[in-house]
């Protein structure tokens, strides 16, 4: 096992100099091993970028721009990535444009501060919701995955939960996510409270941007560092133009006298504030004049892309690997999603007795380069591949390595 291979990838100079091991992504766009890749048009526009200086408001008064173009919203705004989007959207609906409130998070003593989320919808990503003060009422159960035909949630839960103290709802979009979204926003606006939908790997399809916002969602949150391959470190929150302004105010710097104070006005409206709020609990989460001008590149391009091009070429990879490892008499594949709200698709690689999915995965992260695969079917002996962030050079070497440590 972990023995070498005629199989092989070429390796980035950069991490060859700092001496730390590469890993070669089958795994999707993960974050804990870098996303994805940032398109060339968006390192060019860095690049530039970081030749001069900008107002940075200007800058993201640009981005929303085109947030609103590409999504239908009212406005949009660039975060450091899709968690700081969901933190500096519980911020916008607890303090809205109230600067007392924003200079006092996260203590919300004496402010509606609770988010109602389903309780199938909860997962370690609502930690942001937290850190901007709020407190989090989940609803429901987990009914749907015992198999007696009840539901997790009911949407009149979701109202009985809504009362004085209540900021919003949270919404997690995934497949599987119940209640279905135009019936949370259909209760939240009943009750005149917002929904903040966290989206953030789901595009894929490109029409997923506007998809949320035509549903009624008041701030949808998208990751900047995945498909749409901008910088990592990048978000998009898409919504309402009031709640845009309050991430705005909370977000940018503010150690300004008012007598100079211009926010560029489609993204903040000065005389709708009582006047320069402090720095926000936005300021430690900063987006730099590079990453904005790369994340409206890699927009701009990702609108145009031929989808079914891409989701073809990744399905040719999927079947290309499912096939070659199909030989194998330890293991069984099925090449699975790809369709619909599905990303691309994935190879699911069903291991036998003779190995387990656990002892695999660390054998191929302890390659050189490593070999990361997705994992989160390993309690049921399941690899999968995920071809999104592969070339065929690297598919190769995944599928070569997979066998040489069975």
């Known amino acids: 096992m972990g023995q070498s291979s005629e199989q092989s990838v070429e390796l980035t100079s950069i991490y060859q100099d700092l001496g730390v091991r590469e890993v070669v992504n089958a795994a999707g766009t993960k974050t804990r091993i870098g ?60 303090a809205g444009s109230d600067v007392a409130a924003m200079d006092q998070l996260p203590d919300t003593e004496g402010l509606a501060d609770e988010i109602v989320v389903p309780r199938t919808h909860r997962t370690g990503y609502d930690h942001a919701f937290r850190a901007a ?31 004085e103290d209540t900021a919003a709802v949270g919404y997690l979009q995934k497949t599987y996510t119940q209640p279905d979204l135009e019936t949370v926003v259909e209760v939240a606006h009943d009750n005149d409270v917002p929904v903040i939908v966290d989206a953030a790997a789901e595009v894929p399809p490109i029409e997923n941007l506007e998809r949320f916002v035509d549903t009624g969602a008041d701030l949808v949150v998208f990751s900047g560092g995945k498909a749409i391959r901008g910088p990592q470190t990048t978000g998009i929150v898409a919504g309402r133009q009031d709640l845009i302004q309050s991430i705005a105010l909370q977000h940018l710097d503010m150690h300004v006298a008012h007598e100079v104070w211009e926010p ?7 005389d709708s504030v009582d006047g320069v709020p402090r720095q926000g609990i936005g300021r430690p989460m900063k987006v730099g004049k590079e990453e904005l001008a790369g994340l409206i590149r890699a927009l701009e ?69 490593r070999v990361y695969v997705g994992a989160d079917g390993m309690g049921d002996n399941v690899i999968a591949i995920n071809p999104m962030c592969l070339d065929d050079e690297e598919l190769t070497y995944v599928v070569d390595r997979i066998e040489a440590n069975l």
């Open 35 to 94: 996303g994805s890749l940032i398109r060339e048009e968006a390192l060019e526009a860095m690049n530039s970028a970081a030749s001069g200086f900008v107002e940075v408001g200007d800058l993201q008064a640009r981005a929303s721009e085109l947030i609103r173009e590409v999504t239908g919203a009212q406005a949009g705004y660039v975060t450091s990535g899709a968690d700081a989007g969901l933190l500096l959207g519980a911020a916008a609906a607890i």
């Open 133 to 163: 003060g709020a407190e989090i009422v989940d609803v429901g159960t987990n009914d749907f995955h015992l198999g007696t035909g009840a539901t997790n949630v009911e949407p009149w839960e979701i109202d009985r939960a809504i009362g």
């Open 264 to 270: 560029p006005r489609e993204l903040i409206d000065p």
């Open 301 to 369: 391009v990702f609108v145009d892309l031929d989808y079914e091009e891409l989701s073809a070429t990744w399905r040719r990879q999927a079947e290309r690997a499912a096939e070659a490892l199909a030989t194998n008499e330890h293991l069984s594949t099925t090449v699975t999603g790809g369709e619909g709200e599905n990303v691309a698709p994935v190879v699911e690689v069903t291991l036998d007795d003779t190995r387990s999915a656990k002892e695999l995965v660390a054998a191929l992260r302890a390659e050189d380069p």
